[in-house]
């Protein structure tokens, strides 16, 4: 296709995809319709051509008012949250799916009850976030089904860790202003199991219905889809927040069995007193990181989830 070369080209960033087609916000907030063509540029490489966050340059090509254009070119990603693709097994031949790109935080939302808290899932993000440096927020909702204690109290780990933490409710709004105040000025990424309630507490951010919402599928409670393309919505007060689609096997991309273990800081310590310099902390005799275990230093059910990852890390 061809451009008149005086069509003025436009800044903005990549707030939601629509089957091939992309909302572009641009700094006095109007949305623009596009698409990419092929004469798109980009310097991302061998993922994703265009995601939600991208920070992009379009043409127009309609009258201003109508507000469509084409994407001319995509600018460098500052962060990404990424899973590995099979290339047999999508149209697009991409390596890499791109979920969301340039967020600040990426923000674990799990439910304490109705899914069930499933600590795997917070390691395995904790486990990329830290791979990406990326700061990571995990967000506790549904604590209207368990007792607070009880469920701070298995979460202690992580506190103790350092991690951010937060528990809200998105049914009784409990914990939401001190949510806003995390999220405030930022670009987040919500992510995490379908079920967890990310679209109700998205709309609970908002102060409105912007996102569909589903019940919990019946028999196994695991959840339904309801967010099918990632979405980035503007917060009262400042930010954004980027609804990601729920994912039930998060694949780690440039994580490896050889290091693995620097992402559970917990390790670091005992890594010094291993037999072997090159341990797996799995089965070698001598390891330091599996006697701190047995004596209580290290959180058993964090090192199981070590090992289940490990496991996981060659087939990936």
Same mark, same amino acid.
């Given at each position: 296709?061809?451009?008149?070369?005086?069509?003025?080209?436009?800044?903005? $960033?990549? &707030?939601?995809?629509?089957?091939?087609?992309?909302?572009?916000?641009?700094?006095?907030?109007?949305?623009?319709? @596009?698409?990419? =063509?092929?004469?798109?540029?980009?310097?991302?490489? *061998?993922?994703?051509?265009?995601?939600?966050?991208?920070?992009?340059?379009?043409?127009?090509?309609?009258?201003?008012?109508?507000?469509?254009?084409?994407?001319?070119?995509? !600018?460098? %990603?500052?962060?990404?949250?990424?899973?590995? %693709?099979?290339?047999?097994?999508?149209?697009?031949?991409?390596?890499?799916?791109?979920?969301?790109?340039?967020?600040?935080?990426?923000?674990?939302?799990?439910?304490?009850?109705? *899914?069930?808290?499933?600590?795997?899932?917070?390691?395995?993000?904790?486990? $990329?976030?830290?791979?990406?440096?990326? *700061?990571?927020?995990?967000?506790?909702?549904? &604590?209207?089904?368990?007792?607070?204690?009880?469920?701070?109290?298995?979460?202690?780990? !992580? &506190?103790?860790?350092? =991690?951010?933490? @937060?528990?809200?409710?998105?049914?009784?709004?409990?914990?939401?202003?001190?949510?806003?105040?995390?999220?405030?000025?930022?670009?987040?990424? $919500?992510?995490?199991?379908?079920?967890?309630?990310?679209?109700?507490?998205?709309?609970?951010?908002?102060?409105?219905?912007?996102?569909?919402?589903?019940?919990?599928?019946?028999?196994?409670?695991?959840?339904?889809?309801?967010?099918?393309?990632?979405?980035?919505?503007?917060?009262?007060?400042?930010?954004?927040?980027?609804? &990601?689609?729920?994912? %039930?096997?998060?694949?780690?991309?440039?994580?490896?069995?050889?290091?693995?273990?620097?992402?559970?800081?917990? $390790?670091?310590?005992?890594?010094?007193?291993?037999? !072997?310099?090159?341990?797996?902390?799995?089965?070698?005799?001598? @390891?330091?990181?599996?006697?701190?275990?047995?004596?209580?230093?290290?959180?058993?059910?964090?090192?199981?989830?070590?090992?289940?990852?490990?496991?996981?890390?060659?087939?990936?």
């Amino acid at each position: 296709m061809s451009m008149s070369p005086e069509v003025m080209e436009i800044e903005g $960033f990549v &707030t939601e995809a629509r089957g091939g087609m992309y909302i572009v916000r641009d700094e006095a907030f109007n949305e623009w319709l @596009c698409r990419t =063509y092929r004469g798109t540029r980009t310097d991302n490489g *061998p993922s994703s051509l265009v995601t939600v966050g991208d920070l992009v340059r379009i043409k127009a090509t309609s009258q201003e008012d109508e507000h469509e254009g084409v994407i001319v070119f995509v !600018y460098p %990603r500052q962060s990404a949250l990424v899973r590995k %693709r099979d290339i047999r097994r999508n149209r697009s031949k991409e390596k890499i799916q791109v979920i969301a790109s340039n967020i600040d935080q990426l923000c674990v939302v799990v439910s304490a009850d109705d *899914p069930p808290l499933n600590l795997r899932l917070i390691d395995r993000y904790l486990v $990329f976030a830290g791979s990406e440096q990326m *700061p990571v927020l995990i967000i506790i909702n549904k &604590t209207d089904l368990v007792g607070q204690m009880e469920l701070e109290e298995e979460m202690r780990v !992580y &506190t103790d860790l350092g =991690y951010a933490l @937060c528990y809200v409710s998105a049914e009784s709004g409990e914990g939401i202003e001190d949510l806003l105040d995390l999220l405030s000025g930022k670009i987040s990424a $919500f992510s995490g199991h379908s079920g967890v309630g990310k679209s109700t507490l998205i709309n609970r951010l908002i102060g409105e219905e912007r996102l569909k919402t589903a019940e919990i599928s019946a028999g196994n409670s695991r959840g339904v889809h309801t967010t099918t393309n990632a979405v980035m919505l503007s917060l009262p007060g400042g930010g954004y927040v980027i609804d &990601t689609p729920g994912i %039930r096997e998060f694949n780690l991309s440039g994580v490896t069995s050889e290091n693995l273990r620097f992402w559970f800081p917990e $390790f670091l310590e005992s890594m010094g007193n291993c037999a !072997y310099s090159s341990c797996s902390h799995t089965v070698e005799p001598g @390891c330091g990181v599996a006697q701190a275990v047995e004596d209580g230093r290290i959180d058993a059910r964090r090192y199981e989830s070590y090992l289940a990852i490990f496991d996981t890390l060659d087939d990936e």
